[in-house]
């Protein structure tokens, strides 16, 4: 099926997707200076629509814990999770860092911490800086004018909005049978659509779509990281052409790995953030939601406001609805 089909003519227009062109950073319908792409569509109606069938007596935590040694992503060389004390209280006695004294710091057991991680590390999102075509990212923003020494000066996580949408589960093990899928596998519209009819749901403009492969069974084992099953580019379009406003998966990439692609060694992400303007959420656990199929939901998380930063940490909770 053509990405043509998938919705009315009058859905089609609030989609960015249907503006994309192939290997190409997509303008923005939201306005020359839009930084956040389909993200627009969450608006104090869609909030209100979602949390008024939300059943909040039972929460889900879709994140993972950091800790020393969790996988993570390392094919670049970016650092790991690390954590270290800056103040233990038995440190204080010796130290006396904030000068107050042996009977203070005997009295106050001071402890303090500092991390430092890739931004791209436990469940976090991707926004839309962070891939793109020929140095250019969503909305035609060039790293010749917007990339600083530092970071993007547009397009950062400080720019998402908490995000309260509906949230859908396509568990894509559970429909070949599987506890996770095999390596590699590629997700695809046959996969999406084979989920949709299985659950008995559909999708719908606005909705935070999440793929289950299976693969948070291997974590925290070494073997998470490694040829990834993952949506393919046919996939990313099938949901992008659907409406969605964020795309996640439980893997560590969204997308198969490695990519079959020879020259495009990340597909999904590219099409996703530059042509489609939908940014992804990554390493999202869905164990719990998939074990008592739940596949219809509130979707809440908000991302750490990381000003300019290519992604972001999230907390992102799942309800239940009522009706």
Known sequence: MCMACYVDAATKDKIIAYNAAFHKVT?????????????????????????????ASRVFDLSVDHFIGMPGW???????????????????????????????NTLVAYSGDGISMYTHCGTHIDTLNHFGYNGHIFNEFSA??????RHWNVAGPEHHP????????????????????PPS????????????????????LGDVVLIRTGQM??????????????????????????GA????????????TPAPD?????????????EAGVPLLEMAYLEELAAERIYEFAFFGACIKLRGATGAPMRPVAMPLTR
């Open 245 to 256: 406003i964020m795309v996640g998966a439980d893997n560590l990439t969204v997308e198969q």
């Open 27 to 55: 303008r923005s319908p939201f306005g020359k200076d839009d930084q956040i792409g389909m993200l627009n569509l969450i608006d104090a109606e869609s909030r209100s629509a979602i949390l008024s069938r939300a059943d």
């Open 262 to 274: 020879p020259v495009n060694f990340f597909p999904v992400h590219t099409y996703l953030l530059a």
């Open 185 to 204: 596998h590629p997700v695809g519209a046959d996969d999406l659509s084979g989920c949709l009819k299985r659950q008995n749901i559909s999708l719908r």
């Open 144 to 149: 010749k004018e917007h990339l600083g020494s």
């Open 217 to 242: 069974r291997l974590w925290p084992d070494m073997a998470f990281v490694a040829n990834t099953p993952g949506l393919n580019r046919e996939g990313a379009e099938f949901l992008a052409g659907h």
């Open 74 to 104: 390392f094919g670049a060389g970016d650092q790991p999770y690390q954590i270290w004390m800056t103040h233990t209280p038995a440190g204080e006695i010796v130290d006396d860092s904030m000068k107050k004294g042996l009977e203070a």
């Open 162 to 181: 908490p995000v309260l949408a509906r949230g859908v589960l396509l568990d894509v093990a559970a429909l070949h049978n599987v506890d996770v899928l």
